[in-house]
């Protein structure tokens, strides 16, 4: 079997936790709501940073956020934002939780209007706009959202092919998903 060239040159601790991501979770597509505003966030809270310190505090995340249940970070006041700014186990940054809880608010909005964030994203996806169109709807959209954490995003969940080389046995199985759905 022949990885990405990326996950050849991880050793030790890193390569399982980037192996456990890219087997299991990067690249594949996603239906579930609270699973996609996750990992729009982590990838806004990985923006400046290493990925392997999201991979790393990805279980702290979830537990701070409520495991990313998009009804209850939109209801966050206050409280949960002074919680939040003291949780050790995340990454302490204002805007990064500030954008948390106001796109979770967004994406109540955007289900009122398409059902699911997931109908959202797929009803863009059908128009194929360009990774420029992309980062400008997002950006229009939600916060904290520039070119790199909309290409990330977008290619962690399956809306663009760069997730993996042809070669990966990772790359076949996201093939095989999609072509079954």
């Not at 990313?68 to 970070?73: C, R, S």
């Not at 995003?153 to 199985?173: D, K, M, N, W």
Request: a positive charge.
């Amino acid at each position: 079997m022949t990885y990405c060239d990326y996950i050849t040159t991880i050793t030790g601790e890193q390569l399982s936790l980037h192996k456990e991501y890219h087997d299991n979770h990067y690249g594949f597509p996603i239906e579930n709501d609270d699973e996609l505003f996750e990992r729009l966030m982590f990838e806004i809270n990985q923006a400046g940073l290493n990925w392997i310190l999201i991979l790393k505090k990805q279980h702290d995340f979830r537990k701070a956020f409520d495991n990313y249940k998009i009804g209850k970070v939109a209801g966050y006041g206050e409280k949960e934002l002074l919680r939040l700014l003291n949780d050790k186990g995340i990454i302490r940054n204002r805007l990064k939780i500030n954008a948390a809880i106001e796109n979770a608010k967004i994406i109540l909005k955007i289900r009122k209007e398409y059902g699911t964030f997931r109908k959202w994203l797929d009803n863009h996806a059908v128009e194929n706009l360009s990774l420029e169109e992309w980062t400008k709807l997002f950006k229009k959209t939600f916060k904290f959202t520039g070119g790199e954490i909309v290409k990330e995003f977008l290619i962690s969940t399956g809306y663009l092919p760069e997730a993996h080389s042809p070669q990966c046995p990772v790359y076949e199985r996201i093939k095989l998903l999609k072509q079954n759905k």
